[in-house]
């Protein structure tokens, strides 16, 4: 039985991610902070081949006291997304990219770590053209420089292989709403309407269920994987906001979206993705677009989101 380490494994995929690796036979320890009042592992805590340790993946003491115990890394603690990273700069840099420092220089050569970083890092795309892992890095938030750096560590150290996830969508025991899927899904279901702020903006996608899915196929051909990046999403989804809107409305006729004639949104990421590399391994993705939309419609029904809407 492989021993997985996952840090931030109580989180939006961690949630996901550490049952299907139970699932599939793995023992897994998860680290994280769990400073918040939700349980979302409370399902799983019956099985005994889940461990959990409560602390800070960037406490040296703690990495050293335990890194050597396990056959698989798989660092999920991070702050997410750029509007965190610009709030926080320092935990941003000392949790995106020290932690990973650490880890790496904490971990024996038979050890793997794979890593989820971000196709933030290709900024904005040239118009038309897709981006595949040839392209340059141009990361234009500090959440994504964060990210860039860390897997530049991880490919380097030998021992690492890095999924570049689209814009993750769907329902997980540790929700985030601010995911743009999931953010204009919700806001249909409660508001019914949406202003939009450059509309053509493009961005990939991919559900979380097959983000759990692409780490277990990494791990299963770790051995051609070892070294490399890889873009992980939709290759049917790279979408502008006014289509994703689109495709909302398909399920939810009165939704109603504008796109600002003034106005510009913060977050300028602009780019289409190639998953082609991927989907050459072998691995090909459950999820749509449409499937993941419907899967939200009917979870926020059950989600107390009212404080996030205008009534």
Wanted: charged letters at 25%; proline letters at 5%; hydrophobic letters at 40%.
């Amino acid at each position: 039985m492989q021993k997985v380490l996952v840090t931030g494994g109580a989180g939006y995929i961690g949630s996901i991610l550490v049952p299907d690796l139970l699932n599939k036979g793995y023992e897994v320890t998860v680290l994280d902070l769990f400073n918040r009042s939700d349980f979302p592992l409370a399902h799983i805590c019956e099985n005994p081949h889940l461990n959990i340790i409560r602390g800070d993946a960037r406490d040296p003491e703690l990495i050293h006291s335990i890194i050597k115990k396990f056959d698989i890394i798989i660092p999920l603690a991070a702050l997410v997304g750029a509007p965190i990273c610009s709030t926080d700069k320092l935990g941003a840099i000392s949790t995106n990219y020290d932690a990973i420092k650490l880890l790496i220089s904490s971990m024996s050569p038979h050890q793997l770590i794979v890593y989820p970083t971000t196709n933030s890092g290709y900024g904005i795309g040239e118009k038309g053209k897709f981006c595949d892992e040839t392209t340059p890095l141009s990361p234009i938030s500090l959440y994504g420089k964060t990210k860039v750096d860390a897997e530049k560590a991880v490919l380097d150290s030998g021992r690492g292989i890095s999924l570049r996830l689209a814009t993750v969508f769907g329902i997980s025991p540790k929700m985030r709403i601010d995911l743009l899927v999931n953010d204009f899904t919700l806001r249909a279901c409660m508001d019914k309407a949406v202003v939009i702020f450059e509309g053509d903006f493009k961005r990939n996608y991919i559900h979380v269920r097959d983000v759990s899915k692409v780490f277990n196929h990494a791990i299963l051909n770790a051995e051609n994987f070892i070294g490399e990046a890889y873009n992980v999403g939709l290759s049917s989804a790279n979408l502008t906001k006014l289509e994703l809107c689109q495709k909302i409305k398909e399920q939810i006729p009165n939704f109603v979206f504008l796109e600002s004639p003034i106005g510009e949104d913060p977050d300028k990421r602009d780019y289409m993705v190639s998953n082609h590399k991927i989907e050459a391994t072998g691995f090909v993705a459950d999820w749509t677009i449409e499937k993941g939309i419907s899967e939200l419609i009917k979870g926020y029904k059950m989600l107390n989101v009212k404080r996030y809407t205008n009534v």
